[in-house]
């Protein structure tokens, strides 16, 4: 019995062994504690019932009693971290809760004296950053970048003896970096970038760090001098753009430097002086910016010492006209800003050589010639406007725009064939180039006022002429006598293919379409859109092959499709002529299509009261019996004399008026097939009685 007892009690104890970790004032407790009370559940990586040592990124000490580093990096922890939890792992050395939803920290924290590396990264932490930093006397590393700190830099940051690596960029820190700084004589890497921080470096910064290999500033309104960094003979990247330092750049390049932006101050000075600046070695230079300083004098003529460079940017100087700069050496060059730094001359050729360039920027200079071919096949990014380039632009170049990320060649006085360009990539980045397209290819050159008013007046007076002869044609057989009704039936729909009006077309799709050889080179003129590269290949596939199924109607002036054309064309007004093309012995006009009818059929009212010739039925005309025509009008017999012109309306009997205005009416039926043939109308007019004459 005793025996079995002592055998039960070793197993309870082995079993619950584990549980033993999560017990109160340990480390597995005060650890589960922090992760369940930020929004983490246990799981197979974060079992709260195993060892807390075995937990992912949880190192623990030799002994397996103490955490002495937590890597929790993006595990979407959210909220305030409470008190009593990670604050009391009293042995932690490293702590990383970066990329996460944290928005403050607990109090207790800076009781960690032990910790060297403290990472809060890419969280929303807000408020100041308390003093109480200063008690991480053996701190190496801070990184609280990317979160939402106010208020000043503490002056305790002097406390941070051990201090190597302080990063603070992308906050709202503001004031002057505090002069306690000084004291962190053992950084190497120091990123204040993008924060509200003014006024002057503190006295001695250059030398105050002989270690410092990496300084960025960038994105602030700090002021100083070119000697502030005089001193820095480690230091191998220096970013301090977007400040208002002054001075000469010649002063802030060093021996060791690889990487150089000085982009938007106020420097100045000739820098062709620093290519004789014998302490400085070239070809470690890997990253060059200038832009947007106040230099003057002339280009680097020669950049072949520096044949590792892969970023050079020049623009927004003040330099004196020079010729292009000789970069053939830099092979490994991928971007390269010259624009607006007065270069005048020729493009090289020999910039082709340039195989890796990515970027190329020679905006807003005088350069001049004709654009050299720039096989390049990493090219993304080119800027060539406002020159003077002149000339085509090489068809190889032309090819591999699609595929760039951006292009310009605006206001130059280059000429191209704008058919492979939609009208707002044309006016966008070929703004001011001449359109050197023939006319037969392309339609751009009816933008012009003169030919596009010249063709809608053409147009306008062709229509005007045939409704003054159709007005004619009526009058001459206005008041004839009425003798007999039809004498002879309409020629019926199939066998009268070709439609009358200013356009001839055969409705019998199958029979023309086969003749158009090549869809694809017969072009479309579209007038708001001059520009869009539309072919007859593209009707026969809005339509379906001008098939019956998208047949609307069969209008005065021929059958009207419907269908989509690409390139989101609209018209501007209600006489919505968008566009025609000639496709073989077929001549076709294209509409926009309006669903609610145009603006004539809701203007004018049929003159018998009835909206349309659709609610005629073709049968009353086409019968032999003598009651024809007057079942043609019945519906609107009580308003036929509204429609005739006050004018002549006493000048002779009103009925023998309607009757001749209903044959007119006939004619106007929007389909064809429900028209008179002239047959039919010169019978119809001997029909009517002679008392006009009387």
């Not at 820098?271 to 600046?277: A, D, P």
Request: proline content about 4%.
């Amino acid at each position: 019995m005793g025996f079995g007892f002592f055998v039960s009690v070793l197993i309870l104890s082995l079993f619950f062994k584990p549980l033993a970790c999560q017990q109160p004032n340990t480390d597995g407790f005060f650890l589960s504690e922090f992760l369940k009370n930020m929004g983490l559940t246990s799981s197979p990586l974060y079992n709260f019932s195993a060892s807390v040592c075995s937990w992912q990124g949880v190192f623990c000490d030799a002994k397996k009693e103490h955490v002495v580093e937590f890597l929790a990096s993006g595990l979407g922890l959210s909220g305030s971290i409470p008190d009593t939890t990670i604050g009391k792992l009293s042995k932690l050395q490293a702590l990383d809760l970066s990329n996460n939803k944290i928005t403050s920290f607990p109090s207790d924290l800076w009781s960690l004296g032990l910790l060297n590396l403290l990472n809060l990264s890419s969280n929303k932490i807000s408020g100041p950053l308390p003093s109480n930093v200063g008690n991480f006397g053996v701190l190496q590393t801070i990184d609280l970048s990317s979160n939402n700190f106010s208020g000043e830099i503490p002056a305790a940051i002097s406390s941070l003896v051990s201090l190597r690596v302080l990063k603070l960029e992308r906050n709202g820190f503001e004031g002057s970096i505090p002069s306690g700084i000084l004291s962190c004589q053992s950084l190497y890497f120091i990123d204040l970038s993008m924060n509200k921080l003014d006024g002057s470096l503190p006295d001695g910064f250059g030398a105050a760090f002989p270690k410092l290999k990496t300084l960025n500033l960038a994105g602030n309104g700090i002021q100083g001098r070119d000697s502030d960094f005089s001193q820095m003979k480690s230091i191998t990247t220096l970013n301090i753009s977007g400040n208002s330092f002054q001075g000469s750049v010649m002063g802030v390049f060093q021996e060791l430097l690889e990487v150089m932006d000085l982009s938007k101050n106020q420097f100045e000075g000739h820098i062709s002086q620093v290519k004789f600046n014998s302490t400085y070695n070239w070809s470690r230079l890997v990253y060059l910016d200038l832009s947007d300083n106040q230099l003057s004098g002339g280009i680097f003529h020669d950049f072949s010492h520096a044949s590792n460079l892969k970023y050079l940017n020049l623009a927004f100087n003040r330099f004196t006209e020079a010729e292009f700069p000789r970069i053939d050496m830099l092979s490994e060059l991928e971007y390269l800003n010259l624009s607006k730094t007065s270069l005048i001359g020729h493009i090289p050729s020999e910039i082709t050589q340039l195989s890796n360039l990515h970027t190329l920027d020679l905006s807003q200079n005088h350069l001049s010639g004709r654009i050299p071919l720039l096989t390049i096949k990493n090219l993304q990014v080119l800027d060539m406007s406002q020159n003077n380039l002149s000339g085509e632009i090489p068809l190889s170049l032309l090819e591999n725009l699609p595929w760039m990320e951006s292009y310009n060649f605006s206001y130059n006085n280059l000429t191209l064939c704008a058919t492979e360009f939609s009208p707002e990539t044309f006016q966008s980045h070929f703004s001011g180039s001449l359109d050197s397209c023939p006319i037969a290819a392309n339609p751009g050159l009816f933008q012009r006022k003169v030919n596009h008013k010249g063709l809608k007046l053409s147009l306008g007076l062709a229509l005007s002429v045939v409704f003054m002869l159709a007005g004619l044609l009526f009058l001459a057989f206005g008041c004839r006598r009425k003798s007999k009704m039809w004498e002879a039936k309409q020629t019926s729909y199939k066998e009268e293919q070709n439609i009358s009006g200013p356009f001839s077309f055969q409705t019998d799709s199958t029979i023309w379409v086969a003749d158009v050889k090549q869809a694809n080179s017969v072009p479309v003129v579209i007038f708001e859109k001059p520009l869009s590269n539309i072919t007859f290949a593209d009707l026969l596939s809005a339509t379906s092959n001008f098939d019956r199924g998208t047949l609307l109607a069969e209008g005065k002036f021929g059958p009207v499709y419907r269908g989509f054309l690409p390139g989101g064309i609209q018209h501007p007004n209600l006489v919505p002529l968008t566009g025609y093309c000639l496709a073989g012995d077929q001549r076709i006009a294209i509409y926009d299509y309006m669903e609610n009818g145009n603006l004539q059929n809701l203007l004018h009212d049929l003159p018998l009261g009835i909206r349309t010739t659709e609610e005629w039925s073709t049968e009353t005309w086409e019968e032999d019996d003598n009651n024809g025509i007057q079942n043609l009008g019945a519906e609107g017999k009580s308003e036929g004399s509204r429609a005739i012109d006050p004018k002549i309306r006493n000048t002779g009997p009103e009925r023998e008026m309607e009757e001749a205005l209903k044959i007119g009416y006939l004619c106007t039926a929007d389909l064809n097939s429900k028209r008179p043939s002239m047959q039919q109308i010169v019978g119809l007019l001997k029909d009517i009685e002679p008392t006009c004459y009387q």
